[in-house]
């Protein structure tokens, strides 16, 4: 029902900045919470982010916190991350995915999810 593509992703040096964007195909993406994550060669998804489906609340990882910034606009079809401050720990493929709860971090509770877009940080 819902296909979404990644982009945004570069190499950026550490302390720089990268709006990485979500957009989807399909009206009921409106109806869902997205989440951003994230994985890294060796490692397992980890969750960054997650806002819900009319915006008005979002969830973080610490790692995110006070750096990333999470938004949407519906009437744009996409979800935003917003990154500052980047640290070359934040080097990863970024993907984004559909859930029914802005609360889950689980990625087993989400659908729909993207190709991903790559960020790499360099020190």
């Known amino acids: 029902q819902v296909q979404l593509a990644e982009s945004g992703g570069g190499l950026v040096q550490a302390g720089g900045s990268l709006r990485l964007s979500c957009v989807a195909s399909?009206?009921?993406?409106?109806?869902?919470?997205v989440g951003w994550f994230r994985r890294s060669p060796g490692k397992e998804r980890e969750f960054v982010s997650a806002i819900n489906w009319n915006g008005s609340n979002t969830n973080y990882a610490d790692s995110a916190k006070g750096r990333f910034t999470i938004s949407r606009d519906n009437a744009k079809y996409t979800v935003y991350l917003q990154m500052n401050s980047l640290k070359p720990e934040d080097t990863a493929l970024y993907y984004c995915?559909?859930?029914?709860?802005?609360?889950?971090?689980?990625?087993?509770?989400?659908?729909?999810w993207g190709q991903g877009t790559q960020v790499t940080v360099s020190p």
């Open positions: 995915g559909c859930s029914g709860s802005y609360t889950y971090r689980d990625p087993e509770y989400y659908n729909y």
């Open positions: 399909g009206r009921t993406f409106r109806s869902y919470a």
